[in-house]
């Protein structure tokens, strides 16, 4: 998956920063646009799922590759 409007880079970051970033981040989005997240924390897996179905955002889609998790949220 590829596409996506907006990107945030959280590699390096130990939850919770990484989900709290997106949040943050989603905020100031547009309902509908999409946020690829990066991230290394391998807690991301299951952290971005969850996020996702609390808040109602939707996870599109994700990908691991070399140790960096890809997120493609769609705000809700």
């Known amino acids: 998956m590829s596409d996506h409007e907006h ?15 997106a949040r943050k981040r989603l905020m100031d989005l547009e309902v509908d646009t999409v946020l690829k997240v990066d991230a290394t924390d391998p807690a991301s897996v299951i952290d971005f799922p969850h996020f996702c179905n609390e808040s109602g955002h939707a996870l599109i889609d994700h ?14």
């Open 7 to 21: 990107y945030l880079d959280v590699k390096g970051l130990l939850c919770p920063l990484p989900v709290l970033k």
């Open 63 to 76: 990908d691991e590759q070399d140790g960096t998790y890809s997120f493609w949220i769609r705000k809700k």
